[in-house]
């Protein structure tokens, strides 16, 4: 399968950074492509993104999540894909999110568009939007402080999100 590996800095603290990307309904704003992800549960997701001039429909489910740190996840439906985000703090106020995918091409449009570098124009790319989207906010839309490990959630949010009414997927 196909690798690519991206990282960036932004110019938040890790909690910041972190708790916006467990906001995947959020992820058409700054990800080139995806037309809609909706949040099913705690750690199932329904994707919807146009592809080589294509719209294609898939399913994932995280398999680990720890607050401030990772967020892995795996196709379970559609095309087959899987990564991991890294999210390293670099000071108080800055952090190095690291991107690692893997992923099934389907056809050959998509292994030319591997060749070419194609995809890792565009996942730099979804980086650099989500650098400036968060960087432009200087907040997170929402926050999900849950752990799930060995795909089983672990806990629900932290009592301080609960007590400031956030703390939801979206």
């Not at 080139?32 to 329904?46: A, I, T, Y």
């Not at 980086?127 to 089983?152: C, V, Y």
């Amino acid at each position: 399968m196909p690798t690519v590996k991206k990282s960036i800095e932004v110019d938040v603290p890790v909690r910041i950074a972190y708790d916006q990307w467990t906001q995947f309904e959020e992820f058409p704003r700054f990800m080139e492509g995806v037309e809609s992800v909706q949040q099913l549960d705690d750690k199932r997701l329904h994707w919807r993104a146009k592809i080589g001039g294509k719209v294609e429909e898939w399913d994932a489910e995280i398999t680990e999540q720890v607050p401030d740190k990772i967020i892995a996840w795996r196709s379970t439906s559609g095309a087959r894909n899987e990564g991991i985000v890294r999210f390293v703090p670099v000071g108080e106020n800055k952090t190095k999110i690291e991107l690692e995918m893997h992923w099934e091409p389907k056809d050959v449009t998509e292994r030319i568009g591997d060749v070419l570098g194609a995809d890792d124009a565009r996942i730099q790319g979804d980086l650099g939007r989500f650098k400036k989207f968060i960087e432009e906010r200087r907040s997170p839309t929402g926050a999900w402080r849950g752990e799930i490990r060995g795909g089983q959630v672990e806990g629900d949010r932290a009592e301080e999100d609960i007590e400031a009414g956030t703390g939801s997927r979206g």
